[in-house]
């Protein structure tokens, strides 16, 4: 091994002791859950995201025979009254508000089209919009966790008859959120594995940061003195 990567060496290894204890969010998962629909008529349910006993979302379904079916959502108050309500992230198509459809990689964050009003996530009437009808896709969500807001959140979902009780539900297969305020959050169906940070005690990492910057130093000592002599 050359002078110059063991140098290389050296460097990644401070830098990696440097970084040791810095604070960061982590992205958190989003349970599944299933929200049925009444056979027939209206159903509305409340939606707590992240289980902390909070409701965030208004989730409404409505089955009919007669063909005016649709699943919607709403956001509700947050639990400070001068913050934006929870919303969702949303397009207009020209006459109502609809769900905006996100895949697997896409980032949710505050440049997206947010609102907690009225918001289609499946209508069999006018507008047709059937992006979630029997298959998987991705919605983007802000919401607030009280002390910090907002917070990001991508949750997969699909509508189908899920309980077999021929209705709509809205069927949520999971999700993550960033449990830090105001940071954005990839949609994927489950947070990345967490790898514990090796925990150093102060001095230990003193001690270790002196010995591979002092040992840097002398392999570049060494290096040059050798070109000098030759």
């Given amino acids: 091994m050359s002078s110059k990567q063991r140098l290389i060496r050296y460097s990644t290894a401070v830098g990696s002791l440097a970084v040791v204890g810095t604070a960061a969010g982590a992205v ?93 996530i499946w209508n069999e009437f006018f507008p047709v919009y059937e ?25 997969e979902i699909t509508v189908d008859d899920v309980t077999g009780n021929d209705a709509r539900d809205l069927h949520i297969l999971g999700g993550v959120f960033e449990d830090e305020s105001e940071v954005p959050v990839e949609c994927r169906g489950e947070a990345p594995p967490t790898v514990e940070p090796l925990a150093v005690p102060v001095n230990g990492l003193v001690f270790w940061l002196t010995a591979l910057l002092a040992g840097g130093v002398m392999l570049y000592t060494g290096r040059r003195r050798r070109k000098q002599e030759s």
Avoid: K, M
Wanted: proline content about 6%; overall charge negative.
């Fill in 131 to 155: 992006e979630f009808f029997e298959q998987r896709g991705y919605i983007g969500l802000r919401f607030d966790i009280p002390g910090e807001s907002p917070h990001y959140a991508c949750v």
């Fill in 28 to 120: 958190q998962d989003i349970p599944e859950q299933i929200i049925e629909g009444e056979p027939e008529g209206l159903a509305s349910e409340q939606l707590d995201l992240n289980g902390d006993g909070i409701d965030n979302f208004t989730v409404h379904i409505s089955n009919s025979s007669a063909g005016y079916s649709y699943l919607a959502i709403t956001g509700n108050p947050t639990s400070d009254p001068y913050l934006p309500d929870n919303a969702i992230a949303r397009f207009y198509d020209g006459s109502s508000f609809l769900a905006e459809q996100f895949d697997e990689g896409d980032l949710i964050d505050g440049s997206l089209d947010f609102s907690s009003g009225f918001t289609f």
